[in-house]
């Protein structure tokens, strides 16, 4: 009895502090605005707790377009084309050298081509991270990361004679999912804080 008393006493410690995998979203203040073509904001975040082992990351962006447009003459009545805008965001890996890169172009739905104004397009939506230059997680593990998010129109390509009109994107919302280990704290003041961050 006394050695299995034992035994038990000598887990407690380590399942307190293993490391439970899960993803949080820390939110991204410094990237939310307005983004004409080509504009683009940075800011340096850091984590309340260090991860340990890191199996992907993602951008999560809510917000709306101001769709621009083409307006071009195909021999008769000029006829207007949407424009949407893409996004693209790039962490840079301090460790390797390399970067991560999210880069997505915002789907509106098909409009009838013919009438401008277009309506503006909402979005959320989550973009993966994918590394550049053989990038690892390694640097997110000092708990710090650089993160720049930028947008340009998605222009096509014609013969014709046009004008255009570029788009514009409102962010009212960026976040940083990180999915990952991160260490449990063993305080007993900290564990229902705890709980409740990695509860599903």
């Not at 004409?36 to 890191?54: G, Q, S």
């Not at 084309?81 to 893409?86: A, K, N, Q, T, V």
């Not at 013919?114 to 989550?126: T, W």
């Not at 930028?150 to 222009?155: I, K, Q, R, T």
Request: glycine letters at 8%; aromatic letters at 14%; a negative charge.
């Amino acid at each position: 009895m006394r050695c299995t008393c034992l035994a038990a006493y000598m887990l407690i410690p380590i399942w307190l502090t293993s490391a439970h995998a899960t993803e949080i979203e820390i939110p991204l203040s410094g990237l939310s605005g307005f983004y004409e073509p080509w504009t683009a904001r940075e800011m340096t975040l850091r984590f309340d707790r260090l991860p340990i082992t890191v199996y992907g990351g993602t951008i999560r962006l809510q917000g709306y377009i101001d769709r621009g447009w083409w307006e071009c003459d195909y021999g008769s009545v000029p006829i207007p084309i949407p424009i949407d805008m893409y996004f693209t965001a790039t962490m840079s890996d301090s460790v390797t050298g390399g970067s991560w890169r999210a880069k997505t172009f915002i789907t509106c739905p098909v409009d009838v081509w013919g009438s401008s104004p277009f309506p503006p397009c909402e979005f959320d939506i989550r973009i993966s991270f994918l590394p550049v230059n053989n990038a690892s997680w390694d640097f997110l593990r000092a708990g710090r990361a650089h993160i720049v998010l930028s947008a340009e129109p998605g222009y096509i390509g014609v013969g014709f004679d046009c004008i255009h009109y570029d788009p514009a994107g409102h962010l009212y919302l960026a976040s940083l999912i990180v999915d990952a280990d991160y260490q449990i704290s063993v305080e007993p003041s900290t564990w229902g804080s705890i709980k409740a961050l990695f509860s599903e």
